[in-house]
């Protein structure tokens, strides 16, 4: 069945580093593409997305790109404020089916 | 536009009762989905409904149950709990029409079962 691997965390920055989370896919078919992020004690927000390959999703300075030939949608953001400290999932779904997640990735931002 | 809700927002049970958590869609939403999120671990889906019935259901066994209304607001109901029901319970709800591969989740339910 489709999966997601992200990398595992927790990753502590600092303020104003750069910021890559790795997150790969196996899935049949042309699933989308998601990053959603879960501040403390609260639900899930969808960060951004990407439907086909090459597509590249942005929000809040955050990036990432479909790639197809690496399975692959590395989240990225060139600088991280201590507000951004979360946890970050990446995860996968097509049309009308159920989001698949990968395991999550807490993000610690220090001043 | 009126976003996800879900209530309550905690719940304590004892192992062996019954729970109904509530969820009201996004406007505009007719589809429901329901995920289940232990500590530490990434949400799991649990099943979806729509137009009133289940179309999807994941690894969960059937005590696991839900309902959804006319106006596509949402259940899930567990019976007999057991310790390891203690999770945050996520709803999500999407559109049939544009943006169909897209939900969008409320801020959870968490049940601790004792």
């Known amino acids: 069945g489709d999966s997601v691997t992200q990398m595992e965390g927790p990753v502590t920055l600092s303020e104003e580093a750069f910021l890559t989370i790795n997150c790969t896919y196996t899935?049949?078919?042309?699933?989308?593409l998601f990053w959603y992020v879960q501040y403390p004690g609260e639900g899930l927000q969808l960060l951004l997305k990407?439907?086909?390959?090459?597509d590249k999703g942005s929000n809040k300075g955050f990036e990432a790109t479909y790639r197809k030939e690496t399975t692959s949608f590395h989240l990225e953001k060139g600088s991280v404020q201590v507000s951004d400290s979360a946890v970050y999932f990446c995860?996968?779904?097509?049309?009308?089916?159920?989001?698949?997640f990968g395991k999550g990735t807490r993000l610690s931002v220090i001043a | 536009e009126t976003g996800v809700t879900q209530s309550p927002t905690h719940l304590i049970k004892t192992r062996g009762q019954q729970v109904t958590l509530r969820c009201s869609s996004q406007s505009g939403h007719n589809t429901v989905s329901w995920y289940q999120q232990a500590l530490g671990q990434g949400p799991q889906f649990i099943f979806q409904y729509y137009r009133e019935e289940e179309n999807g259901r994941g690894n969960f066994p059937p005590r696991f149950s839900g309902l959804q209304f006319p106006n596509y607001s949402s259940e899930l109901n567990v019976n007999a709990l057991e310790l390891d029901d203690s999770a945050l319970y996520l709803c999500?709800?999407?559109?049939?029409?544009?943006?169909?591969?897209?939900?969008?989740f409320g801020p959870g339910t968490r049940l601790t079962v004792l």
């Open positions: 899935a049949t078919g042309y699933p989308s």
């Open positions: 999500a709800s999407r559109s049939s029409g544009r943006d169909t591969d897209t939900q969008y």
């Open positions: 990407a439907t086909k390959a090459d």
């Open positions: 995860a996968l779904s097509g049309t009308y089916t159920p989001l698949v």
